[in-house]
T-cell receptor
Framework: SQQGEEDPQALSIQEGENATMNCSYKTSINNLQWYRQNSGRGLVHLILIRSNEREKHSGRLRVTLDTSKKSSSLLITASRAADTASYFCATEKNSGGSNYKLTFGKGTLLTVNP | KAGVTQTPRYLIKTRGQQVTLSCSPISGHRSVSWYQQTPGQGLQFLFEYFSETQRNKGNFPGRFSGRQFSNSRSEMNVSTLELGDSALYLC?????????????FGSGTQLSVL
């Protein structure tokens, strides 16, 4: 079963607007990561937030993590048409160390209209 | 640094055949992971290798196998192909020493089984 589940499944906005995507997971984690994928290509790492962190920023990206609710959100500010892609959250389960495996959600398809 | 290289980019096979996919990680990376991506199941973890040793394996039948060579290059093999094996197969590399590492993905091999 999927560890991470993104919400919404699809999101359509206008250029310049902000986009927020949410991710929920089920078990204790070492970290949560967000990746981006353009139409069937490889995934590109966006940001990693560790379990003891609550918020991280990278350029126009802001990620929050609430371990008590087992949820994370990705905010993209001032979106551009080039941000159109699928966004995935992925979790590294806490198994007393690394189990060298990320569990991905099914993704949010973001469409930014010019 | 060159990125993760996967070959071939596209592959068409018929049921019952076998296939071998190749992945060259980023120079210096010793961990290689494989993921299967389908529209229905999303991204599913296949296995992870580090220094020629498999450290973790996903829930796939024994028809799916992999190996890693001393130069960290990896191959995965699928025998007795089924229609349901049609998918984008993604390889990712990382340094592999510890937890909280991000993955660098290749562009994938799109396998179609007819």
């Amino acid at each position: 079963s999927q560890q991470g589940e993104e919400d919404p499944q699809a999101l359509s906005i206008q250029e310049g607007e902000n986009a927020t995507m949410n991710c929920s997971y089920k078990t204790s984690i070492n970290n949560l990561q967000w990746y981006r994928q353009n139409s069937g290509r490889g995934l590109v790492h966006l940001i990693l937030i560790r379990s003891n962190e609550r918020e991280k920023h990278s350029g126009r990206l802001r990620v929050t993590l609430d371990t008590s609710k087992k949820s994370s959100s990705l905010l993209i500010t001032a979106s551009r048409a080039a941000d159109t892609a699928s966004y995935f959250c992925a979790t590294e389960k806490n198994s007393g160390g690394s189990n060298y495996k990320l569990t991905f959600g099914k993704g949010t398809l973001l469409t930014v209209n010019p | 640094k060159a990125g993760v290289t996967q070959t071939p980019r596209y592959l068409i096979k018929t049921r019952g055949q076998q296939v071998t996919l190749s992945c060259s990680p980023i120079s210096g990376h010793r961990s290689v992971s494989w993921y299967q991506q389908t529209p229905g199941q999303g991204l599913q973890f296949l296995f992870e290798y580090f220094s020629e040793t498999q450290r973790n394996k996903g829930n796939f039948p024994g028809r799916f196998s992999g190996r890693q060579f001393s130069n960290s290059r990896s191959e995965m093999n699928v025998s007795t192909l089924e229609l349901g094996d049609s998918a984008l197969y993604l390889c990712a590399s990382s340094a592999g020493w510890a937890t909280n590492e991000k993955l660098f993905f290749g562009s994938g091999t799109q396998l179609s089984v007819l």
